[in-house]
């Protein structure tokens, strides 16, 4: 009988709605162990403590009655909101907080586009001057197209003495 402990029996019904036998069985356990004793003991005493707050009579005030009843009558006749009205309280914040990002967005849209233009030209003006920084950083794809050679540099030297007159 040890092996099988009755705290599942316990745990599946109400105390009081255990049958002669399934108490006979466990009182029977609960002789030779003390973990399911404690447990029986303890499902007892809720059931009896149960039994008899249930047993007791509560007074209500003289008024209770009239104070349900005028609080019923006013929920009753007071008008009931729109539906619109309902569903804004419920979703107001979050429809005011995506009113306020969207003109955040537009805000921020029309006052960077002024610094957009200006960044295009530079970058323009970049690209026109071959020998600029930004050129040979940005744009080193194109520079085995733009490798100079000897024959190159040194043509450009005697273009450019020949030019000044030296």
């Not at 404690?38 to 008024?63: C, H, M, N, Q, T």
């Not at 960044?119 to 020998?131: D, K, L």
Request: glycine share 2%; hydrophobic share 45%.
């Amino acid at each position: 009988m040890r092996e099988t402990h009755i705290l599942n029996l316990l745990e599946a019904r109400p105390f009081n709605s255990l049958t002669k036998e399934e108490t006979e069985t466990a009182e029977l356990h609960i002789s030779q162990c003390s973990q399911c004793r404690r447990a029986y003991d303890a499902a007892r005493i809720s059931s009896e403590l149960i039994l008899a707050k249930a047993s007791e009579d509560i007074e209500v005030g003289p008024f209770f009655k009239t104070r349900v009843m005028a609080a019923l009558r006013e929920r009753q006749l007071s008008p009931e909101a729109p539906a619109l009205v309902r569903m804004w309280r419920t979703a107001g914040m979050l429809a005011s907080s995506m009113a306020a990002l969207l003109m955040v967005l537009i805000a921020l849209t029309i006052f960077t586009t002024g610094t957009d233009s200006q960044m295009q030209s530079a970058a323009t003006a970049a690209s026109q001057n071959i020998y600029s920084p930004e050129y040979v950083v940005l744009q080193q794809d194109d520079l085995e197209d733009d490798v100079l050679t000897n024959d190159d540099v040194v043509a450009t030297m005697y273009e450019l003495e020949d030019a000044d007159g030296q």
